[in-house]
């Protein structure tokens, strides 16, 4: 069973400034709820209990959203708004959540290594905390189930267009069914026709300890940074890994243009403006045609 996640959430959020300067890009929020919360959120579908976030400088407040806040409390207990207390209650009860800093940002291979000691000898879940994967079944407890059926780590991938290989991490091997693929290769950005397959790592895994001496084998790489990649690489000589396609949509939250993307889209769900945002969406299609047509 896996009841461990580990969320890295120290990195710089470079692609996002200045809005990341000096707040994190994981409590960015996509409508009003933080990003991370949405990560966390996933976790606890997923059966998972206790969850290690990797802080770093200028992350504080992702501490002070999970923690408790009695005055913030007391004052919504006084307007009676029940609804709004449980929101905010739920947030505080959500898991135990334990953070760890990263006081050098030496990549995300390092920043998991950060968790040897949190995680011990048992496998556990990793989720990039600037990514959110909507879905009808929980990403992570996709991959828990193909842990279960394989015992081997498990690399949520996703399929990419061809022309777009080039920007991601592409997994090949031999495919085991629809969704599951043994492999037998991991490439970072590949040129286009060089690529293995058009599957890409999704920002969701399951990883046994293993990991913990492949990294410490890593060297630095790309930006002079310990990344899980070449870990997983390194790992794949002796292990074997398991790719998952996942049944979701994804959105890296870490890019402006799937920022607005994801509030767009998950603004059409909320059901209290879901109908007058989709009214505006529609108006302000209408004004750009005839503003093209005039
Ligand atoms: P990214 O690759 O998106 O890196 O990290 P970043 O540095 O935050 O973003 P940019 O590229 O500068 O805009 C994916 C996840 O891993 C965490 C990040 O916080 C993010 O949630 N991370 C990355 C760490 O925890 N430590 C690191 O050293 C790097």
Redesign the pocket.
């Known amino acids: 069973m896996i009841k461990k996640a580990v969320i890295?959430?120290?990195?710089?959020?470079?692609?996002?400034l200045p809005a990341t300067k000096a707040q994190p890009?994981?409590m960015l929020p996509i409508i009003d709820t933080p990003v991370i919360q949405y990560v966390v959120q996933e976790c606890v579908d997923s059966g998972i209990e206790d969850i290690l976030i990797?802080s770093?400088k200028g992350k504080r407040s992702i501490e002070d959203h999970f923690d408790r806040n009695f005055e913030l409390e007391s004052r919504i207990q006084e307007r009676e708004d029940e609804i709004l207390y449980n929101r905010i209650r739920h947030i505080e009860d959500m898991a135990n959540i334990h953070f760890i800093r990263?006081k050098e940002?030496?990549?995300?291979g390092?920043?998991i290594y950060h968790a040897r000691f949190h995680c011990g000898d048992q496998p556990f879940a990793v989720l990039?905390?600037?990514?959110i994967i909507d879905s009808v079944i929980p990403v992570t407890q996709q991959l828990i189930d193909a842990y279960e059926q394989y015992g081997q780590c498990v690399i949520a991938v996703e399929k990419v267009p061809r022309d777009k290989v080039s920007r991601y991490g592409i997994v090949g091997g031999t495919q085991l069914n629809d969704k599951l693929m043994q492999l037998s290769e991991l490439v970072e950005k590949p040129e286009r026709d060089k690529a293995p397959s058009d599957l890409a790592i999704a920002?969701r895994y399951i990883l046994t300890p293993q990991i913990f001496s492949a990294i410490e084998k890593t060297a630095r790489g790309k930006g002079n940074?310990v990344q899980l990649t070449d870990a997983l690489r390194l790992l794949l000589k002796h292990d074997n890994i398991i790719a998952s396609t996942i049944e979701g949509k994804r959105y890296d939250i870490?890019n402006k243009l799937d920022f607005l993307k994801t509030t767009v889209e998950f603004a059409l769900k909320r059901p209290e403006f879901a109908t007058k945002f989709e009214a505006f969406l529609r108006n302000t299609i209408k004004n750009i045609d005839e503003g093209r047509r005039a």
């Open positions: 890295p959430a120290a990195g710089f959020g470079t692609r996002f890009k994981e990797i770093g990263q940002l030496n990549g995300l390092d920043a990039l905390g600037d990514t920002g940074e870490g």
